[in-house]
């Protein structure tokens, strides 16, 4: 898990890249499944703005212990974020109160026995750090999310299951299940993952593209959605766009 933490959640680095990764699955997923026009008004620049800024909002508060979920019903955004809390939706990489907390008390012991040392102060600052970067990713790893319950809530999107508008549950299940749910395990996912790591988000990244592309029918099988094919040519389009210009402006490896 130390491995796999330190290639996620405490790499700097990788908070950049899976945002694009994220949106650009998310775009693929929704695209297939609602079709390009809610995919444009979900994944674009304004609302993935606006969701990252209202997450960033109430991790804020999380973290200085200031968050109240009654007040915050009372605040037309951030009551869309207690509704996304409420629900189940959101993907955490940790708890913030509980880690603020972890750290206040490994603070007051250590004021306590008079150990102020080098290498306490340095734990100290190395796990504020990483907690640090870890609620960074937490923003941006729910960013989709957030925004595809964002327009749900605001705009209405229709259940697959009742042809209806989605209810908050209904919407904290797409939301959750956007591209990989990594609360969603088997019994051998540990084992799996320590032979092959990130086994698990491999797979369901995998199953959740052909989840988006087909939809069961009555008799329970599958058959490809009407958005399939135009979802895989334009991911196809825009991978072959990306070698090109590589090529055109990357020259040539020594």
């Known amino acids: 898990r130390f491995i796999a933490s330190m290639n996620t959640r405490w790499d700097p680095f990788f908070m950049l890249a899976n945002f694009f990764r994220d949106a650009g699955q998310s775009y693929m997923n929704l695209s297939a499944q609602y079709g390009f026009k809610t995919a444009n008004k979900i994944v674009n620049p304004k609302t993935m703005y606006r969701s990252l800024r209202i997450l960033r909002n109430a991790h804020k508060l999380e973290r200085e212990k200031k968050y109240d979920p009654e007040a915050a019903l009372l605040d037309p955004e951030l009551a869309l974020y207690e509704r996304y809390r409420r629900s189940g939706a959101k993907i955490t990489f940790l708890d913030i109160g509980a880690s603020a907390g972890v750290r ?38 729910n960013g989709s999310r957030f925004a595809l319950f964002m327009y749900a809530s605001e705009n209405g999107l229709t259940s697959e299951a009742t042809g209806e508008n989605m209810t908050d549950e209904e919407a904290a299940w797409a939301s959750k299940n956007l591209t990989v749910n990594f609360e969603q395990k088997g019994t051998y996912t540990g084992l799996i993952n320590s032979f092959y790591m990130f086994s698990n988000a491999s797979i369901q990244s995998t199953y959740r593209m052909f989840e988006a592309l087909t939809s069961e029918t009555e008799e329970g099988d599958r058959k490809l959605r009407d958005n399939a094919m ?23 490896d020594p």
């Open 104 to 141: 206040e008390h490994r603070a007051e012991v250590g004021r306590a026995q008079n150990t102020p040392s080098g290498l306490f102060r340095a734990a100290m600052t190395a796990r504020t750090v990483t907690d640090w970067l870890a609620e960074k990713n937490d923003i941006v790893e």
């Open 230 to 252: 135009k979802t895989m040519m334009a991911g196809v389009s825009a991978g072959a766009s990306i070698a090109v210009l590589n090529s055109l402006v990357g020259g040539v």
